[in-house]
Nanobody, 121 residues
Framework: QVQLVESGGGLEQAGGSLRLSCVAS????????VGWFRQPPGTEREFVAA????????YYSDSVKGRFTISRDNAKNTVYLQMNSLKPEATAVYYC??????????????WGQGTQVTVSS
C-alpha cells in the first residue's frame, strides 16, 4: 500500500511562489500516476495537476495551466508542484493522491492530511 505525505505549504503573497512536495512510501512508485488536488475553504476538492509514472506526460486544470508545474523524481519517491504567480483563489488545502486514466484524472487512493496554502492579496 502506497502512502503519500504532502508538505511545503505556507503563507505567501499574491504573485509569489511555493513548491509543494509529495513523498511516497512503498514500492514501485514509478508505476503510479500521481495527481495534486486542492480544497478551498467551504468548497469541494478539485483536481489541479497530474503526472504519469515516467514523468513524460502531464495534465493540468485550466485554472492553473501556465502557472503551476508538476514534476517527479522517482529516485526520491517524490512528486512536486511548483506554483508560480500565485493568486488569492489558490488558498486551499493541497493533497496528492494516486490517480487513474480518466480526464480529468480521478483520485484512487486514500487521502492524507494535506498541506495548507494561503495566498494573501
Amino acid at each position: 500500500q502506497v502512502q503519500l505525505v504532502e508538505s511545503g505549504g505556507g503563507l505567501e503573497q499574491a504573485g509569489g511562489s511555493l513548491r509543494l512536495s509529495c513523498v511516497a512510501s512503498g514500492r514501485a512508485f514509478s508505476w503510479y500516476r500521481v495527481g495534486w488536488f486542492r480544497q478551498p475553504p467551504g468548497t469541494e476538492r478539485e483536481f489541479v495537476a497530474a503526472i504519469s509514472g515516467s514523468g513524460s506526460t502531464t495534465y493540468y486544470s485550466d485554472s492553473v495551466k501556465g502557472r503551476f508545474t508538476i514534476s517527479r523524481d522517482n529516485a526520491k519517491n517524490t512528486v512536486y508542484l511548483q506554483m508560480n504567480s500565485l493568486k488569492p483563489e489558490a488558498t486551499a488545502v493541497y493533497y496528492c493522491n494516486k490517480v487513474n486514466l480518466e480526464t480529468p484524472p480521478v483520485a484512487i487512493g486514500s487521502w492524507g492530511q494535506g498541506t495548507q496554502v494561503t495566498v494573501s492579496s
